[in-house]
């Protein structure tokens, strides 16, 4: 209820401000942040029966975890905060969370966290998330992101949007060095464990460790335009440790006629912004990236560096933010390209 009511003060903010000049007002038409005062788990179905309206937190696996160290860990997803700090309990940010250290001989995990349907309008909308892989490189969760159009049983999920990997065997155990290790396919945590904003060398297990931390993905779901679609998050690692998602959103851009061909694409969403937003640009070739965030007064209140690469991707925190237009701009040795970004 809350995001139709933010939505309706988006709608009656933006109209003046950006009647001329853009296409469209951006809509969102899902979003999870699983913060607030009651379990998002208690709010799901436990299973999917076919065509349901809930969000669903199935447990296919049915087999106990051992990730929580004071009692039993949840057999499907389970609330916990955030994993991506030295000391959970200073986080002031709460994800879903799923084990893969499952007791009676290390079977095959299967975590279904399943959206409630979602209609898709036309071609630019996007879904957007964070993730952590906890335990890296010895215990890297790996996950799916599927998508069905035809109902909410596992078998339906047959479009695979995003794979991230996991650790298949390990030939030196404790080792940082990933060719100490055998994968399967799919992303690695930080682009590799080469970006440290989404990783840090964690000292406090038995051998130091890659401490993942929530880092922002999206994928565009213009080949859905049209259809109503399901999607699902599906934590199928064997024998790993502890997978978190965040802040699922699944919104559009604002985008105007302008951006520049050194720039496939750059989106803030959603846009306006309340608490967080995704900004994700592409580039044609990977290309160091400078990007900053400023208010109306062209104070400067976010800069950073990007290290070469096609795909960016960013969380933005808007929470400190005051409400008004602020100016998003990407900035590479051959081009740049802005966008407005308001804050409600
Ligand atoms: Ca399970
Ligand atoms: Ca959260």
Avoid at 12 to 41: C, K, M, N, Y
Avoid at 96 to 102: K, M, Q, V
Wanted: with cysteine; glycine share 6%; aromatic share 16%.
């Amino acid at each position: 209820m809350r995001i139709f009511f933010t939505f309706f003060a988006a709608l009656l903010l933006i109209v003046p401000v950006f009647g001329q000049s853009d296409r469209q007002a951006s809509d969102t038409l899902l979003q999870h942040t699983f913060e607030g005062f009651l379990d998002p788990a208690d709010t799901m179905l436990t299973a999917p029966t076919g065509n349901d309206h809930h969000w669903v937190n199935y447990d296919q696996d049915n087999k106990v975890g051992l990730c929580v160290s004071n009692g039993p860990t949840p057999k499907g997803w389970y609330w916990e905060s955030d994993l991506g700090f030295s000391d959970p309990n200073m986080a002031d940010n709460y994800a879903f969370t799923s084990c893969s250290y499952l007791n009676s001989g290390s079977p095959q995990n299967r975590n279904w966290l399943i959206t409630s349907p979602v209609y898709i309008p036309d071609d630019t909308y996007w879904l957007c998330w964070r993730s952590l892989s906890y335990y890296g490189p010895d215990f890297m969760d790996g996950y799916r992101v599927l998508v069905s159009t035809n109902g909410n049983l596992p078998a339906a999920f047959t479009d695979t949007l995003f794979s991230a990997a996991q650790t298949i065997d390990r030939f030196n155990i404790g080792s940082l060095d990933l060719n100490d290790y055998l994968f399967s396919g799919g992303y690695i945590q930080a682009n590799g464990y080469t970006d440290t904003d989404y990783f840090f060398i964690d000292f406090e297990g038995p051998n130091p460790f890659y401490h993942g931390k929530l880092e922002p993905h999206s994928v565009n779901l213009s080949d859905y335009a049209g259809q109503t679609i399901y999607l699902a998050f599906l934590h199928d690692s064997y024998d790993d440790f502890q997978l978190q998602v965040d802040d699922i959103l699944v919104s559009n851009s604002m985008v105007s006629a302008n951006t520049p061909s050194d720039f496939m694409y750059f989106n803030v969403l959603p846009n306006p912004v309340h608490d967080f937003a995704f900004l994700n640009w592409k580039t044609p070739t990977p290309e160091d990236t400078h990007l900053s965030v400023a208010d109306q007064s062209g104070k400067i209140i976010i800069e950073k560096q990007f290290n070469a690469r096609s795909d960016g991707q960013f969380h933005l925190d808007a929470q400190g933010f005051a409400a008004g237009i602020y100016y998003c701009k990407l900035k590479t040795a051959t081009g740049q390209a802005t966008r407005l970004m308001v804050k409600i």
